[in-house]
Each structure stands twice: as structure tokens, then as C-alpha cells.
């Protein structure tokens, strides 16, 4: 409904193109994202699990992978699935191996209870 109203209402004249692309710039510049993160943090610091992973999210677009990881580990830790997966995914082609593979068993059993691996198996 919103998306319609600014399409239609706001910018009539304009291509949707152009507007999803300003947002997107407006988005990754460096105050907004710098405000986006001081809010990510805030609500991740009180145990918010989509906040962490966002916040990790966030930090390995902007390049900052080993803190990316410490965010997506305790999400995964305070039971987010999708951070289990994304943490198997950014492990998976360093040369920690075992912490990877790790990280795969469990995203595996996050998304495949061991009720439903075992029905599998019969």
C-alpha cells in the first residue's frame, strides 16, 4: 500500500526504476548506514535475534567480516536459523574447515529436526 502510494501519488511522473534506485543510494550512504548500524547494535546489545543478524548483515556489506561473523554467531547462539546458514555460508570457502563443516551440521538440524532426519532414514 505504501510502495502504491509513492508510485502513484508521490512521484507520479517518475520511473520506479529511478526511485528504488535513490533509496538504495540513500540506504548505503555513510550516515544512514552509520545510523542503521547505532540502531542494529541497540536492539541486538538487548537480544534482539533480527537485529543481530541484520547488524551482521550489515557489517560484511561494509566489509567488515570477522566482526560480521562474531554477530552471526550469536544469533545463531540466541536460535536463529537463517544466522546458522549465513554463518555456514561465510565459513565455507575459508580455510576453517572444521568450524564450517560445524556450521553446516548445525544449520542442518536447525532446518531438519532430528525426528524428522531419522523418518528420512527408514
Not at 512521484?11 to 534506485?21: K, L, M, S, V
Request: hydrophobic content about 35%; proline content about 4%.
Amino acid at each position: 500500500m505504501v510502495v502504491k502510494h509513492i508510485f502513484e501519488e508521490l512521484a507520479p511522473d517518475r520511473d520506479p526504476q529511478d526511485i528504488i534506485e535513490a533509496v538504495e543510494r540513500s540506504l548505503a550512504s555513510p550516515s544512514t548506514s552509520g545510523e542503521t548500524e547505532q540502531r542494529y547494535r541497540r536492539a541486538a546489545d538487548v537480544g534482539h535475534t533480527n537485529a543481530m543478524y541484520n547488524l551482521a548483515n550489515l557489517l560484511r556489506r561494509a566489509g567488515r567480516g570477522a566482526e560480521a561473523e562474531q554477530w552471526y554467531l550469536r544469533a545463531a547462539d540466541a536460535g536463529h536459523a537463517k544466522a546458522v546458514d549465513t554463518l555456514a555460508e561465510l565459513l565455507r570457502p575459508t580455510e576453517r574447515i572444521e568450524e564450517a563443516e560445524q556450521a553446516d551440521r548445525r544449520a542442518t538440524a536447525e532446518y531438519c529436526p532430528a525426528d524428522l532426519l531419522e523418518q528420512t532414514e527408514r
